[in-house]
């Protein structure tokens, strides 16, 4: 993948996908993801970190489909129905579904709607967690950490066209 | 476009959102009969709890009203509706005019009928008001009685045990929850709570409260008295549907609706915890009074006093409760009454329990305590009412994940009605 489409950020078009053919589950995106949201984002100083930091992406299998899954930021997000404490928001220009931490009281509502089951707990802090595309970096760090390519940003129909090209 | 809307919380203000994010121009009110504006109800307990402070009570921002041009009328009450002239009556008799009305007036808390409820000391939790006059009253309590052992009054006991407070639940039914979850995880829930120190009494009804001023004691019908000074009702809600039935509208437990959200008056319609809708799960009608609810009916609602014509599926009954870190959800039909058309299957393991309730392989209901991951993953499968035999062995896994419906989200793409559910199979 070219640096310039790892940088592609969210916009209401552009998400990342992953290629079910192409991930083997090696998990290196979960890693990524936790690194990138502990305290020091360095692994070695990120394990000893006292309350282990959480990832907000999973690779999933069945009959030997893997997919690496997160929070799709669903344009119609059920788990900011389900908010009611205001925590959950859509950012109307990037489609992003962001949530305040501060705001969130830990009542697994976004967990009970979320059709991808892709919002969990954070049962140290008592509060939810997802997917916050990175807004620390300029890229995504589980498209960042897949070797393999699976992990893909772009538009849909970009997606599409790549890998019906193979 | 005169749109006017009757109530300020959650199904109120989503409407609110989505007739203005369709229409720029058309005059928008809402009226609510509140002290205080755009808070969330259930964040009260944690207002009771002392988790969370009044600042924090807002599910909207403060400018919401200000930044979304809609006029917003506060300790307004509605008292009448004039459905030829399409208007109504505040209680200060100030009119106000509308095209097309939404009620979503919400419910109240059922009371129980004792002698000695007017004792001071005896609350319910359902306003910034109650919550406010607990709390102000808090420091000279040493004793709580909660009457109701559902979901409302247990969230009231837990909030108040966090501060420290004895606390006693007296429950009618045989177990707590019993309107959302079975036995077994009625005890193991139950467990939890005593654990921790509130006390559950299962099987004993309230028969009068004594005290002079202030409450003193609660006598049971089991001829036991308790000591508190303070005695919360949480027994449920009740529809406030008296604006609706006053004006003629059909009038079931609550306000009834069609698929449309429309009442029997083509101008009216209504949403959330007043409105009767149908329910997805069990097939019928019936008032779901929860706050996904209330939201999706407040936004569908709009859409079609918006005149766009768009159905609404119904909705899905569905809690979920922490307690003491433990955590469970309960979705629609978790208790079958029929049992044989029903297909159960369920495990408890270290203190895990999962429940799948089945019919015609298709999942109605749910109950996870303990470990509620797959939650969300179950609530698509009811939702979209899909059939899961391919997966059924799989269901009480451990590693229960989404990839494990994607053969089902990929055999019968378009009964998921949610596009995000298509990416993630484009390449399955």
Redesign the interface.
Known sequence: MTKDLLKKKKTKDIKIYCDITKCVGCRSCEIACAVEHSKSKDIFSAIKEKALPKKRVKAENINNKIISLHCQHCEDAPCIKACMSGALSKDEKTGATLQDKDKCVGCWMCVMSCPFGAIVQDVENHIAVKCDLCPDREDFACVAACPTGALFVGTKEEFEKKVKKK | MKYLIIGGS?AGV?CAETLRKHDKSSEIAVISDEVFPLY?R??LT?LLAG??DES?L???DKTFYEDNNIKFYLCKKAVSIDRKEKSITLKDRTKISYDKLLLATGASPKLVDVPGIDKKGVFTVRKIDDARSIMKMLNKVERIAVLGGGLIGLRDAYALRQRGKEVAVIVKSPQVLSQMVDKQAASLIAARLEKNGIKIMTGLAAKEIIGKEFVEEVLLDNGEKIKCQMIIIGKGVKANTELAASCGLKVEEGIVVDEFLKTSDENIFAAGDCAQTYDIARGERRINAL??CA??QG?RAALNMLDKKIKYDGSLS?N?V?FF?L?S?S?GVTKPKEEKDYEIISQVKNNIYKKFVLKENVIVGMVLVGD??????I??LIKNRIDVSSIKHLLLDDNF????I??LVAKYKDKFK????K??????
């Open positions: 959650a989503a969330s259930c964040l944690y988790s969370i924090k807002y599910f909207k706050w996904p939201v999706e936004e569905m979920s922490d870190g955590a959800i979705m509620i991951k797959p939650a969300g993953i609530s698509i994940d989404y990839a494990k994607m053969p949610l596009e995000e559910c990416d993630t199979i484009i390449t399955y």
